[in-house]
């Protein structure tokens, strides 16, 4: 008998897989749902990171945000700190003063600030009444503080102290309407009219979308308070990095406060800053449900390991006469390999298209999914494996089987 190729014994391990389909199809079903799971799951934590960063977006990657209260561990502050009790401050007292926020003008590389009073309100417009956040900002600094430009009307004036700029969700779905400008609206019943409306910045952490704005002087009013702010945005300069700016102002506050780096009662973040934070959180995620779902694929392998075994026990007698007939080791090691590596690889493939329709499913439930080229490499690279690591022990079983013990095997 002469050797057979690598193609011929792959048509062979083909046509055994398919005489034995019912019992093929099931050692298949274990790697199919592996990967799907597999990828899926992994698809969330990708899914989140595509939506954080086209959140972030929205907020400037020349914004600096200064808050009140120490960052705790493993958060998005810079310069560290612990918990505000450990100094003796709760959150509750630790503040940014407007004449802080003001000295923070005279730091390298601040081109504009922001000392901004937030808070939510009750506004009516026509016969629709809600609570929304309203903000109060330094008319000097609006509306670039925002992250977001005017679609309609003009920014807020100093003198501007009853009126107002909507956010775009603001205008278009809280109040249902498209032409807004000059419209009445009443925030905890005092009348304001609105003069702008702004474009849709689409970031979802801190962005300007479902906020009203008002001036800083009309917020002291309407939330009377006149010393504390609820936040500051500062505006880095052309030519210097948000971070090193937000380095620099740390650490004028930390001399205006009187604090060490980990004692510091405020908190500086950046876009790019709560982007890092955020990520390395759901990719931790990604690894912990990837690590659960390899569990199932594990499950599949050992599937296939068991099917492997029962084909061999039942291709006894068949292994003989191969190599009665001449066929070597090697080539029954092969065969007996291709056969699992096709289970693999079938899997592989129907597992990724399940996936598919998994993510679908978890996006109309309203999660984030993604499922990319990575991935679908990662799933078709691990079916193969399984399937090449659970058939590589009944193969070599196979391939020591004695011709003459073979063909007396009933």
Known sequence: MRLMNDFE?????????RYRSLRSWLAILGIVIGVASIISLISISVGMNENIKSSMGGLGANIITVTAGAARAGSMGFGGGGAPQEFGRTASEAKITFDE??????VEGVSKVDARISGNAR????????????IGVDPSAFPQSTGANLSAGRALGTSDTSS?????????????DSSMINKQIRINGEPFRVIGVLNLSGATFGGPDRNIFITQRAAKTLFNQTEKASSVVVISAEGYTADAVAASVAARLRELHRVSVDRQDFTVTTAASMQATISSVSNTLGIFLGGIASISLI????????????????QTRYIGILKALGARNSSILKLFLYEACMVGMVGGM??????????????????????????MLL????????????GLIPARNAASVEPVEALRYE
């Open 9 to 17: 014994l792959a048509e062979l391990a083909f046509n055994s897989l």
């Open 101 to 106: 926020a003001e000295s923070l003008r005279g």
């Open 123 to 134: 506004v009516s417009y026509k016969n629709r009444n809600t609570s929304i956040g309203v």
């Open 164 to 176: 107002v700029v909507l956010g775009y969700s603001v205008a278009s779905e809280t109040f249902n």
């Open 299 to 314: 499950v599949g392998g050992i599937g296939v390991a068991n099917a492997m075994f029962t084909s061999v026990l039942e």
């Open 350 to 375: 129907l597992g990724i298209a399940l996936s598919f329709v998994a993510s679908f499913v978890l996006a109309s439930f309203g999660l984030p999914s993604k499922i990319t080229l990575d991935l």
């Open 379 to 390: 799933g078709m690279g691990f079916s193969f494996a399984v399937g090449a690591v659970s």
